[in-house]
Nanobody, 124 residues
Framework: QVQLVESGGGLVQAGGSLRLSCAASGSIFNINGMGWYRQAPGKQRELVATITNGGSTNYKDSVKGRFTISRDNAKNTVYLQMNSLKPEDTAVYYC??????????????????WGQGTQVTVSS
């Protein structure tokens, strides 16, 4: 099982951008589904975006058009480019290996253990 380490979070003003990285300890070449989740204070962890090995992506409705998930199998890294950030995007962001069961993010199942995550704080 690969270990995943998230990085790239920080404090940004509303409207700003951040790029998160998720570095795997081993090859992700044969891992089909990868996903980014987030957990805001007092709320449940929620799925934000997924990507397959073939490059198919899906997003939570509230981030569509603002966030972009991508992966570089040669670098064993998954990215989350976040633009036009809003205060409601404030959360700890996590990546994980996922089982994608449909053409949307509904039904996606996290398969690995959770890392430390990376904090994203968006000020108004």
């Amino acid at each position: 099982q690969v270990q995943l380490v998230e990085s790239g979070g920080g404090l940004v003003q509303a409207g700003g951008s951040l790029r998160l990285s998720c570095a795997a300890s081993g090859s992700i070449f044969n891992i089909n589904g990868m996903g980014w989740y987030r957990q805001a204070p007092g709320k449940q962890r929620e799925l934000v975006a997924t990507i397959t090995n073939g490059g198919s992506t899906n997003y939570k409705d509230s981030v569509k058009g603002r966030f972009t998930i991508s992966r570089d199998n040669a670098k064993n890294t998954v990215y989350l480019q976040m633009n036009s950030l809003k205060p409601e995007d404030t959360a700890v962001y996590y990546c994980n290996v996922v089982l994608i069961t449909s053409t949307t993010i509904i039904g996606t199942i996290p398969l690995g253990s959770w890392g430390q995550g990376t904090q994203v704080t968006v000020s108004s």
